[in-house]
């Protein structure tokens, strides 16, 4: 209803003059706005409802007639569960891990691929490369032909070395999924710091370096705060999909062994697809998205910051 | 012997130039070993140590189809990726439009506000949008797919597109108006082509997301929409020596992502970072 007055309005100050400027924009953009607008409404409020809903009903997919309202009794069951205390530690070292690895080493490479060198080019994609493969593929690649204990690279590697070759997947489950993600991360912040790199001034940096500062002095005085942006948007982006990692852990552990390589993400899986509890399911899912609005306030603070800063 | 400055340096960048080769190599050998793997037979694929030296075939490339039906699947990812694509974009570029040129006291909110849903957890919503499915029968459909990557990447193409068209000056726009042209002449003969480079990537980022996403493929498709992604997930359980026949699925399904990555990395850092780093 309101729309339509609206374009009413609009008809009528048409003969106006100047604020008929301002009405017509007003109504362009909402008609270009809203559509975007109403499908992410739609997409966001419905399932998230139903969520919410079913969160706090008795209902297993295997008899849904036998349906209840139970109030707060999923997420008491789902905190209190074997699963839940692995799954919060499997996603806390999970993604502490991984961020560890991908930014450290992210600033690492992307200031020494900075200075002009032979094959730069070449260097720079073969970098970023593993960021578009595709995460089974990744997850595949690594557990068959890299890390297996009898025909992987790494075995061959140990054996050459003396070693007796590392069953990872048996053995450090965890470890094997960090490594896997990390490496799939890793070109992540090496593309943005990368870019970062190049917007430094090379100038000051020759400046300091004649006036006798060394290369740590600059790189700590002058490379890492500059890098400071990108960095705390690398983290925050990282956070958000490395809270939710599935595929790897789906194509390679299961989860297993036990619940060793079990995330909060793969835990909700195995509640709703393979337990068909779908009010355990929502309850964990209600516990996820509640962790990720933690992290994302503050991307969207920095991020939103930013976009006001550039025009 | 003494170094002059000049030679000091010189060997210091090919030193660092040297490094940073061993480095993106050690990077780049996964990648390199599954294409190489793939020109292998399964005996070689498995063989301790693992060979380097080996007469290539094609024998993996040849058996793909007839053992796993490869383009069944590499059709659903290719209508899956390229009508969510489309789609976004018809949805996604009136909307950065408006925000850039006709800013209104919402405008900041509104984006802010659409990047916010990109961090729902999609676990948050799998069971709604599970049983949703199942009563619209919408599980293991190429439209279900559709519907969710459009929805999970018009935040990054309307935010992608918006920076872009931010970077139009709005005088030049206004002095086509006052030449005469009206919105679509504007938007057709002044904008699109100013823009093409920026939208060209946007579409190529929301490509590569959706063709290598790998949550809501593996949880609402069994085989009739499974893209590439479930079809290398059902490589997971194994039956006999298969390794050569993997790596020549996965090269193939992510040959030509990779390629559009290459090509697109400088612009996709916009996308990859909301804006944040250019």
């Known amino acids: ?311 | 012997m003494l170094l002059t400055l000049k030679q000091q340096r010189r060997l210091h960048t090919v030193a660092m130039g040297a490094l940073a080769w061993l480095v993106a190599l050690l990077i780049f050998f996964p990648i390199f070993w599954m294409i190489l793997t793939s020109f292998k037979t399964e005996i070689e694929a498995f063989a301790t140590p693992p060979s380097l030296f080996f007469t290539p075939t094609l024998e993996n490339y040849i058996t793909i189809n007839e053992r796993s039906d490869y383009f069944h699947f590499a059709w659903n990812s290719v209508v899956i990726s390229f009508t969510s694509t489309i789609i976004g974009m018809l949805i996604a570029v009136p909307a950065a439009y408006s925000m850039a040129f006709f800013e209104t006291k919402r405008t900041n909110f509104t984006l802010q506000w659409m990047l916010s849903t990109k961090m729902l957890p999609p676990v948050g919503v799998l069971v709604p949008i599970y049983l949703l499915f199942k009563d619209f029968h919408l599980l293991d459909s190429k439209t279900g797919l559709i519907i969710i990557y459009t929805l999970i990447n018009l935040p990054i193409m309307v935010w992608m597109a918006y920076t872009y068209f931010k970077e139009v000056p709005k005088d030049i726009l206004e002095a086509a108006r006052i030449d005469g042209a009206n919105m679509l002449q504007e938007i057709w003969r002044i904008l699109l082509p100013m823009t093409k480079g920026g939208l060209a990537s946007t579409v190529l980022l929301s490509l590569i997301l959706s063709w290598n996403e790998a949550f809501w493929s593996l949880n609402l498709t069994a085989y009739n929409a499974a893209p590439l992604t479930s079809l290398i997930a059902s490589y997971s359980s194994p039956e006999g020596l298969f390794w050569a026949k993997l790596s020549a699925v996965s090269t193939l399904a992510c040959a030509p992502i990779l390629i559009f990555g290459w090509i697109s990395q400088k612009q996709l850092v916009r996308g990859l970072s909301f804006g944040a780093v250019k």
Do not use: C
Request: proline share 4%; hydrophobic share 55%; glycine share 6%.
């Open chain 1, 1 to 311: 209803m309101d729309t339509l007055a609206s374009i009413d309005k609009a008809k009528e100050s048409d003969s106006t003059g100047v604020s008929n400027a301002a009405k017509k924009n007003a109504l362009i953009s909402f008609f270009m706005v809203s559509p975007s607008v109403i499908l992410l409404l739609v997409w966001m409020i419905i399932p998230l409802g139903m969520t919410i809903y079913f969160s706090m009903m008795n209902y297993n997919l295997l008899s849904p007639e036998d349906t209840w309202f139970v109030g707060w009794e999923n997420f008491e069951y789902f905190i209190t569960d074997d699963g839940f205390a692995s799954g919060v530690t499997n996603t806390l070292i999970l993604v502490g891990s991984v961020l560890l690895i991908t930014v450290v080493f992210g600033i690492l490479i992307s200031v020494l691929v900075n200075i002009p060198f032979w094959g730069q080019g070449i260097v720079r994609v073969m970098l970023i490369s593993p960021f578009f493969i595709m995460p089974t593929v990744n997850a595949l690649v690594w557990k068959n032909l890299l890390l297996h204990p009898v025909s992987g690279v790494f075995a061959a590697i140990s054996v050459f070395f003396g070693y007796e070759p590392i069953d990872w997947f048996s053995d450090y489950p965890l470890t094997a999924i960090v490594i896997i993600v990390s490496w799939q991360w890793l070109p992540f912040a090496v593309l943005l710091l990368m870019t970062a790199m190049q917007s430094l001034d090379q100038e000051q940096q020759e400046a300091a370096r004649l006036d006798g500062a060394s290369s740590l002095d600059v790189f700590r005085h002058l490379t890492l705060p500059h890098l400071s942006r990108a960095i705390a948007v690398v983290v925050m982006i990282e956070t958000i999909f490395l809270l939710s990692i599935f595929a790897e852990i789906f194509t390679t552990t299961g989860g297993g062994p036990g619940y060793e390589t079990t995330n909060l993400a793969y835990l909700i899986y195995s509640q709703a697809l393979l337990q068909y509890d779908v009010g355990m399911a929502s309850a964990g899912g209600l516990i996820a998205v509640i962790l990720a609005n933690i992290a994302a306030f503050f991307l969207v603070r920095i991020v939103g910051k930013n976009l006001t800063d550039n025009t």
